[in-house]
């Protein structure tokens, strides 16, 4: 199977950064998409950032020009540099990806998360 590995979080001060990081290991074929969400008490869990495997970049508006995504394909990673950071950032922020993985003669989609890691932001 897939295992996602997140690291980096922790406790910053309003307008600190942070840089988030996420390596994918197991038994994997090829990865699609790689992506970032989050999930704050009380709220649903939220799209932050995702990247394709050709690059192509997606943001929430909340985030856009705070913070950026980046992947190195061949390291099955995705990092996430999270600039100004906001109180409302606060949140447990998940590591997502879209995972081919070998099966017989062929290969099956899979969506896998990570466990979480928090982010706080104090004020």
């Known amino acids: 199977q897939v295992q996602l590995v997140e690291s980096g979080g922790g406790l910053v001060q309003a307008g600190g950064s942070l840089r988030l990081s996420c390596a994918a290991s197991?038994?994997?074929?090829?990865?699609?998409?790689m992506g970032w969400y989050r999930q704050a008490p009380g709220k649903q869990r939220e799209m932050v950032a995702n990247?394709?495997?050709?690059?192509?970049?997606n943001y929430a508006d909340s985030v856009k020009g705070r913070f950026t995504i980046s992947r190195d394909n061949a390291k099955n990673t995705v990092h996430l540099q999270m600039n100004s950071l906001k109180p409302e950032d606060t949140a447990v922020y998940y590591c997502?990806?879209?995972?081919?993985?070998?099966?017989?003669?062929?290969?099956?989609?899979?969506?896998?998360w990570g466990q979480g890691t928090q982010v706080t932001v104090s004020s």
């Open positions: 997502n990806a879209d995972v081919w993985t070998p099966q017989g003669p062929g290969v099956v989609g899979g969506d896998y």
């Open positions: 990247v394709r495997s050709a690059g192509s970049t």
């Open positions: 197991g038994s994997i074929f090829s990865i699609n998409a």
